[in-house]
């Protein structure tokens, strides 16, 4: 913390931050190739990591230099790795109940490229009703910030008490389903997605360019503010008609699974320390650039320290 002191992370944000989503345990299991259709595959080997993209987006938050809230459910046999990762972080957990369902987790696929295809069980995180959201939204004040993703049941309820609040919404909207179409996206402040998400939600039926697209959200949600993420190609964000481009910085792949969501942390909690999207835009390429060399989801996410110690050479 006496790092992010010295860098002034953390004077100007004065707001809590919420993020409320899902906890996973990922079983990634490396592979020759993706299984096919009727193919009976051995896998190279197994290993278990605590994920979910909004443990992953909570850790990469803290890692910023900002101090997040998770909110969540965790089943009693097998939450205590997901909580213990949170909590050793420095993210609190005051939020995330312990429950008799089970964990949800994620089977993984990762290729020899260290590219991925990811099988969800929703488990516990599909399990978050309303009452357990009107508890949670009591400690909502005006001026915070939730962060949302769709690994979560009953997310456009969720939305609906942040904005009666006066809560900054931040929405990641994966992955893509009627879920997402069903909420007031209009009233959301942020809105940081990929090309596919971006054109389901624009409701376009043929590819556009990326720029093109950014725009077309821009329009459809006038009052908020779009990140594009653009994978290989970097990310674009608009605001008030003007667009900024971040390319993105090569190096070596291992493992692709949480570039995304580290990306996602480490804007908004550049974005929430104060500085400018140039900057935060930077400083999320670099950060999802390291998360990529190492396997893993949560794990690979680094820390402040590394990310802005690193050169584009």
Known sequence: RDYYASRGLGDVYKRQIIN????????VYSVDHMVQKGETLSSISMETFCGGKGLNQSIALCKSGISVYHAGRVGRTNGDMLLKMLEDVGVNTDFVSIVEEETGHAIIQRNLAGDNC???YGGANIGIEKPWIDELSSHFEAGDYL???NEIS??????????DAGVHIILNPSPMDQQVLDCPIKQVDYIILNEIEAAEICGLVRKIKDEQLARKLAESFPNTKVILTLGEKGALYLEKGNIIRQESFHVPVVDTTAAGDTFTGYFFGSILSGMKPETALQRAAKAAAIAVTKKGAAPSIPEALEVDGFFSE
């Not at 409320?20 to 079983?27: A, P, V």
Request: some cysteine; proline content about 4%.
């Open 20 to 27: 409320c989503g899902s906890l996973n345990l990922d079983y």
């Open 118 to 120: 990811i099988l969800l």
């Open 147 to 149: 962060l949302l993703q």
């Open 154 to 163: 009953n997310l456009p309820y969720i939305m609906e008490k942040a904005i």
